[in-house]
C-alpha cells in the first residue's frame, strides 16, 4: 500500500517538477514533452494532453457568482423563449456545490444551435462553449545515477524487479552473492523495485554488498571492508536496516564517521526494541547518520520502534533526540525473494523508505554538491509532520514528508541548523520528559542535548561561543544557562549541550522565564566558492522554562545514575536471570530510559526527581529526603563512602534497591561472543553487592551472595522476586520482612530444584542519631526496571519513600506476618568480588595497578561556567514551534493488519522479519545460528526416528490391543503467551 | 475403497522390512546431506587457496610519477579529514588552506609534502592524512606493487577498483578487517591507519 502511495508522491513530485507551468490552462490536443529539467539532465517528464469535445454537453458562464437556484431560473427563462425542453442541469457534486457559481455544466439534447444561441442572449449569460473532456498523461524517469548502496544479506542475479542493478559484491564467508534470507531482496526492493511493489527509485544504480550470511551471521570486519569499497565507489546513498547496542564499537563507529564523511548520505534503523525506552541501535544513534523509526499506517509509533534518548552521554550528560525521523515501517510491501510481493515490517523496513525517498531526492537536485549527509539531513527533518502526542524521543522531528523535503532542498541554501530547533520545556507531550518536571532554584541543572547539523561543509567550528540573550520581559533573567559543545564539527555536525538551572533571585518565584541562544558556526570556504573566505551561519534557538520555588525536602529524590554501568563496553549481565535471550543490561539505567515508568509514577505521587552523574561527593545532601540507589554496579571512592555516612547521620535517607551476585554464577552465565569472538565473563553480577556491602558496613548491614526467584504476595500486592539477593546482615532494631523463594543459584549451577524459608529480603532502619536518615534496602531491582518486568513495586516505593521522607513505617510491612528478626550475618556468607573481575576497565572508579585495581583519585566535581547573559528587551510568542506550512497534503489512511514486535540482537544485527523465524535474538547470534544450521539435518533424523518408533508402537498396540482414546489434557493458554514469540531483527 | 487402501497400507506398515526401507532411507539422506555441505565448505577454502597461487590478479593500478599525466590542475583530494586533508600530489595542509582547485596551497609554511609524521617503521601511522602523503612517495611504490600481489582475496573487490596510485594509497590507508582485534577494538589503537604490508601492531590489552 505504501508503495502505491509512494508512487503517488512521485508523480506529483514530478508534476510538480517540472509540469508546473504546463498543467491544466490549455484544452487544444496538444503533445508536448518536457526534457530535461534545467540542470537534471537524466531525468524526463512527459506530460501528454488530449481532448475531445462532449457531445450535447456545454458550459454556460455567467458574468457574477450565483446560486444554484438562480442559475437553474436564468437558464430555464432562457431556454423557455426557444421552447427547448430537452435539456438538464449535470449536478456538480463537490464541496463547493454549495456555494455561488459562475457557471453551470448542462445538457440539450435537441435544436442545439438555437438553444445556444437564446442562452448567450440573457443578460446574465457571459458566454456557452462547449464542454471537453481531458486526458493527461504522466510519463516520466527520474534521475539516474544516484549511486545507492544496500548492506544486507545480498539480492540474486535476474530478479525480476530490477532494472540498474550496477554490481553485487559479497563480504561474508560465504560465496554466494544471492539472498537466501529475502531481506536485502525486501529492502532493495523498497528502494528501487519497478514492478509489482514498486520502489521510490527504479532507475538509481543498486550496488549490493552483501555482509550477512544465510545464518545471519555479521562482523565488524566485514562491515569495515565494505564500507571501505562503498567510499572507493563513491556512493551517494548507503542503506542499513541493522543496528545493534555497541556504540562502544569504535573501529564500526569511526568507520560510519569516515563514510559520511566521504559525502555518503547514511539511513540506518534505529532498532526493534521498542517500546522500551533506551534502546536506540548504533549506527541509527549517530549525529551524522539519519536514524528512521516506524510508525503504522495510522500515524502511531510502530510498537517495536526503538526510543528514548542516546546513551552515549550518561552519566554525566544527557542523551540526545533520535529517531530523527519515523515513516511507515509496519505491514509495507516489498520484493520477496525471488520476485513477487510481501509485506513486512520493523525498522528495517522503515530505512529504506527513508532511503528511496533520500535516493529520489538526491536525483531531482540540480546543484548536487549541494547534497551532502547533513543537508539532506536537515530537509527531512524540516520537511518532517510532526504526529501528536507523541514525544520527540520517540518520533524524532515527525513523519517523512517528502513533496516538503523536495521543496526544502531545492531552495537549499548551505547552513547550520539545530536538532531540536527550540527548547520548550513547559511543551507536553513532545518536550517529554522535560515537560513533566518544572526547574526550581538549587536543583541538578536541566540538560538538553541539541545537535548541531552543518551543512555547509564536513568541518566546522563554533565561532567564539555561544550566546545566553534573557527576554527581560519574559523573566529570562530567572534562569542561567551553561554551554558545552563540540570543539570541531565533524562529521557534518556536533553538540550543544545547554545546562539550564534558575538564579537565586528565583528562589521562591514561580513563572515561566524566556530567552534565547545564539550559536555562530564557521566552515572553510567550499571548493567551488569564488571568496575563499570562510562560510559562517547563525543559528537563533529560543529557550522557554517553567519555575517553582523549590520544593522541601522531602519530596525531592535523588537517582544515583554515577554508579550504573552498562553495556557497551563491558558485560554487566542482566538483571533476570531467566531472560537469557537479552542476557546485557543495555537500556542506560537511567529515569527516562528503562526505569521511565518508576519516574512517571514517582512524578504523578509529587515527588520531583533530580539525576546525579557525578560522585556523591558532588551533590549538597541538606536539599534532598532520599538518596535512591538501584542496581548500581560501580564501585565507590573512599571519600564518597565518607561523605555519604556524614549525610546520612545529618538527615539523609538511602534507599537501595540492590541484585544478585555469586561468583558461581557469574561463572556460569559467561558465554562465548560470536561478534568479538572471544568469551564473555560478567565484571559484575546484576549488582555490585561487594562494593555495596563496603558502603553500607558502618550501619551493620549488608547483602548475600545468595540468589532467590520466586512469587509472593506482601501487604495484598502480588510479587515477583526476579533473581535476586537476601539481606545477610542488618541492625536488630530494624524492621525485616522475609519470603519464601526458589533456589535460583542452585537452579542455575545445578538444575536442581530447592525451596529456601524466610530469606530476608527487606529492611527498614531509622538511624538512632539525633536527625539521622533512614535506610531501606531490597534484594531486587526488576520490579523497578522497565526492561522483562513482569509485576511492579510501585507501591513498594511509595510505602518505603513515606518512609524515608516522613519517617511513616507502613503499617503493612511493620506489622506483616512475614516480619522476621534482623539476621545477624553469621549465617551468611557476604560475597567477595570476583577474582580476575575486568571492572577496573569500565569503572570511573577504579584503575589497574600492580597487585589489583584500586581507586583513582577523586575526579573534581563538574563545573558549569554560566554564560554571561545579554538580556534583550524582546519578548517570543507562547508558542515557540512554528512549522512551516507549505503544502497540505493528507494521505490517505490505510488500515492495514497488525504487526509482530522483533527482537533485537547484538550488532551487528541480524535482518529480521516479522513472524518469519522463531529464532530468538541473543548476545551470540552467530553461533546460536550456526547450531540451528548445523543442527537441523540432525534434528530431521531425530524427527523421521520417532515418527518411525511411533508407528511401530502403534501397530503394536493395534495388534495387541481394541483401541482406546484419551483424553485431551487442555493447556492453558497463558502459558504460551508468557514468553512472546521472538523473531531475530532490526 | 477407501478401507481396501487403508488395510493394506496399515499392513504394510507392519511388515518389519518396510519400517526398516523408511528407516535407511531418511538414514541415508541424513548422512548425504550433512556430508554434503561438509564437502562444499572444504572445496570453498580449497578453491580460495588455488585462486591465490596460481592466478596473479590482474591489478590496474597505474603509477604515474610526476603530475606530467594529470590533465588539468584540478586535484583529487582525501576530503574526510577533520583538521587536515591530503591532495593528489602528496601535500598535507590543513583545511583552511585548500585552494579552490582541491590542492593544497604549498605556499603555505605548514604543507608539506610526501610527509610521514606519526608514521611508525611498520607501516603504521596515528593520522589518515600522513599515512595517505607518505604512501604517495614515490620509492614506496615497490612496496605497494608487492603487497598488491600478495593481497589476500578478501581484499580483491577493493584494490580491483583501484586505478591509480592516489586512489590506492586510499583505500590503502583506510581502517580495514585488518585492523582489529576480537572484532571490536583496533589492535593499535593510536597508529592505526597502515600503507604497509602487515597489519598494526597488536597493541597490549
Known sequence: MTMKLVHIWLLLLVVLLCGKKHLGDRLEKKSFEKAPCPGCSHLTLKVEFSSTVVEYEYIVAFNGYFTAKARNSFISSALKSSAIDNWRIIPRNNPSSDYPSDFEVIQIKEKQKAGLLTLEDHPNIKRVTPQRKVFRSLKYTECANVRVAVFDTGLSEKHPHFKNVKERTNWTNERTLDDGLGHGTFVAGVIASMRECQGFAPDAELHIFRVFTNNQVSYTSWFLDAFNYAILKKIDVLNLSIGGPDFMDHPFVDKVWELTANNVIMVSAIGNDGPLYGTLNNPADQMDVIGVGGIDFEDNIARFSSRGMTTWELPGGYGRVKPDIVTYGAGVRGSGVKGGCRALSGTSVASPVVAGAVTLLVSTVQRRELVNPASMKQALIAAARRLPGVNMFEQGHGKLDLLRAYQILSSYKPQASLSPSYIDLTECPYMWPYCSQPIYYGGMPTIVNVTILNGMGVTGRIVDKPEWQPYLPQNGDSIEVAFSYSSVLWPWSGYLAISISVTKQAASWEGVAQGHVTVTVASPAEVDSNSGAEQTSTVKLPIKVKIIPAPPRSKRVLWDQYHNLRYPPGYFPRDNLRMKNDPLDWNGDHIHTNFRDMYQHLRSMGYFVEVLGSPFTCFDASQYGTLLMVDSEEEYFPEEVAKLRRDVGNGLSLIVFSDWYNTSVMRKVKFYDENTRQWWMPDTGGANIPALNELLSVWNMGFSDGLYEGDFTLANHDMYYASGCSIAKFPEDGIVITQTFKDQGLEVLKQEAAVVENVPILGLYQIPTEGGGRIVLYGDSNCLDDSHRQKDCFWLLDALLQFTSYGVTPPSLSHSGARQRPPSGARSVAPERMEGNHLHRYSKVLEARLGGPEPRALPACPHLSWAKPQPLNETAPSNLWKHQKLLSIDLDKVVLPSFRPNRPQVRPLSPGESGAWDIPGGIMPGRYNQEVGQTIPVFAFLGAMVVLAFFVVQINKAKSRPKRRKPRVKRPQLVQQVHPPKAPSV | ?205
Not at chain 2, 25 to 48: G, I, P
Not at chain 2, 151 to 161: E, G, I, K, T
Open chain 2, 1 to 205: 475403497m477407501v478401507n481396501l487402501a487403508a488395510m493394506v497400507w496399515r499392513r504394510l506398515l507392519r511388515k518389519r522390512w518396510v519400517l526398516a526401507l523408511v528407516f535407511g532411507l531418511s538414514l541415508v539422506y541424513f548422512l548425504t546431506s550433512t556430508f554434503k555441505q561438509e564437502e562444499r565448505a572444504v572445496r570453498d577454502r580449497n578453491l580460495l587457496q588455488v585462486h591465490d597461487h596460481d592466478q596473479p590478479i590482474p591489478w590496474k593500478v597505474q603509477f604515474n610519477l610526476g603530475n606530467s599525466s594529470r590533465p588539468s590542475n584540478q586535484c583529487r583530494n582525501s576530503i574526510q579529514g577533520k583538521h587536515l586533508i591530503t591532495d593528489e600530489l602528496g601535500y598535507v595542509c590543513e583545511r583552511k588552506d585548500l585552494l579552490v582547485n582541491g590542492c593544497c596551497n604549498v605556499n603555505v609554511p605548514g604543507t608539506k609534502q610526501y610527509c610521514c609524521d606519526g608514521c611508525l617503521s611498520n607501516g603504521c601511522c596515528s593520522a589518515y592524512e600522513y599515512c595517505v602523503s607518505c604512501c604517495l612517495q614515490p620509492n614506496k611504490q615497490l612496496l605497494l606493487e608487492r603487497f598488491l600481489n600478495r593481497a589476500a582475496v578478501a581484499f580483491q573487490n577493493l584494490f580491483m577498483a583501484v586505478e591509480d596510485h592516489f586512489e590506492l594509497c586510499l583505500a590503502k590507508c583506510r581502517t580495514s578487517s585488518q585492523s582489529v582485534q576480537h572484532e571490536n577494538t583496533y589492535r593499535d589503537p593510536i597508529a592505526k591507519y597502515c600503507y604497509g604490508e602487515s597489519p598494526p601492531e597488536l597493541f597490549p590489552a
